[in-house]
């Protein structure tokens, strides 16, 4: 009976161990679109130091797949990835969200210069057609009517734009500054204006393995916060 009882200990440890290894997965596969000095496809850049920041300490190996949004968003659903990196807080159905934003996108409007004969905000887009890149639910966040389009690439919003087929583009500043500078358009013909300001998350599918990446960001992100260390990547990468 004592051995049967030691079996019994023995196996309910060993399950114990078995269940505490699960618990925290050995890596993560982060799906993002490549961000100049944010996502850079050879592992340096602010936002993969933060990730490396936060769950390195916790034994998890941080990887990662460059793809469109559109393309990271697909390879999370389809259990290839294990997080979309920079998604808008519930952007995604039925996926979980980081409880902290790690930055922030300064949404913008661009439009003809005048076409708008005095800029209101966001009240300036209601019942106008807004294009914006394909994933992205820009739209679902301005509060006010609009017609959507959604596009493949910002390359063809911008002529599509061009020719008037769109009242405005709506972007990320910085996306948007990079794209004008491919000179696809005369961008001064072109005006620019803020609109909101939209936190990043990371977005984990709703399972067992994206619950505890998600428990282990959100207990170390606020304490790297607290003690400054994000500051440091951000000024690090003049962010």
Known sequence: MKRVGILVLLLLWGMHCSALAAETPKEIMLASEEWTDATNKD????YWDIFRAVYEPAGVKVNF???SYEGSINLVTTNKADAVVGSYQNEIK???YSNDAFDADAIVALFKKGTVSSWQGKESL?????AYVKGY?????????VEQKEFDTRENILQILD??????????ETDLDEVLELKIVDKDKFQKEPVMELGLYLAFP?????KALKAIFDEAYPKLEASGEIQKLKTKWNW
């Open 43 to 46: 592992g340096t850049g602010l």
């Open 65 to 67: 797949i460059i793809r």
């Open 94 to 96: 039925g996926m979980i």
């Open 126 to 130: 209601k019942g106008k057609t807004v």
């Open 137 to 145: 639910s820009i739209a679902k966040y301005l509060g006010i009517p």
């Open 163 to 172: 020719k008037g087929r769109v009242d405005f583009y709506l972007e990320n």
């Open 206 to 210: 709703d399972n067992d393995k994206g």
